[in-house]
């Protein structure tokens, strides 16, 4: 039973536009979630993050918004860069000493 | 600079043996972690250790073994009990389980032959 879920396995968007990852949970207990970028072959690197107490948070050309009604997150990169191509993970945490939960990832190819 | 550092980078291990992965950080973080990435599965929390000595089971244990001797230290055993082990494995390590971001080492692919 997966509690987070990214239901786009990819995404193709051309260079200068908006991309759009999308994530939704199940367990409206989760209080803190995090977006993270990974390339081939290598590690996720942390992207961007937010609170269950706010609804968007912006870091450059990367906001993330929460609906926690919906119980759904989006992260938003514009304009799109063709090294923004990799594989982009929502996670989401409990408080209480529990470990992060992760979807199965949306690979975004940006494309020139 | 600190980081985490896994190694080795690629691993290959025949059927029926035991293999270690390594993992280090030298970020003083207290608690570190272990992570499968198989393909169209996202990351699965193989263990996890909050502290020196002390560690817990994540979603998917079975067939693997970690210890955590050392803060900085925290090695995972693939054992030969694990029956489908090829797979990219991520350590990672956080400053405490609540509410931080969490640094990645670079992976290390294992592969059966």
């Known amino acids: 039973d997966q509690q987070v879920k990214q239901n786009s396995p990819s995404l193709s968007v051309q260079e200068g536009r908006i991309s759009i990852l999308n994530c939704d949970y199940t367990n409206s207990m989760f209080d803190y979630f995090l977006w993270y970028k990974k390339y081939p072959a290598e590690g996720p690197t942390f992207l961007i993050s937010?609170?269950?107490?706010?609804d968007k948070n912006e870091d450059g050309r990367f906001t993330v918004f929460l609906n926690k009604s919906a119980k759904h997150l989006s992260l938003h990169i514009v304009p799109s860069q063709p090294g923004d191509s990799a594989v982009y993970f929502c996670?989401?945490?409990?408080?209480?000493?529990?470990?992060?939960?992760f979807g199965k990832g949306t690979r975004l190819s940006v494309i020139a | 600079d600190g980081g985490i550092t896994q190694s080795p980078k690629y691993l290959f291990r025949k059927e029926g043996q035991n293999v270690t992965l390594s993992c280090e950080q030298n970020l003083n973080h207290d608690a570190m972690y272990w992570y499968r990435q198989d393909p169209g599965q996202g990351l699965r929390l193989i263990y996890y250790s909050q502290i020196v000595n002390d560690f817990q089971k994540g979603d998917i244990a079975e067939g693997y073994s970690v210890s955590r001797e050392k803060k900085e230290s925290f090695p995972l055993t693939v054992t030969s009990a694990q029956k489908n082990p090829t797979a990219f494995y991520l350590c990672?390590?956080?400053?405490?389980?609540?509410?931080?971001?969490?640094?990645f080492g670079q992976g290390t692919r294992l592969t059966v032959v």
């Open positions: 996670a989401a945490e409990l408080s209480g000493n529990t470990p992060l939960v």
């Open positions: 990672a390590s956080t400053r405490g389980l609540l509410n931080t971001e969490a640094f």
């Open positions: 937010i609170s269950s107490i706010k």
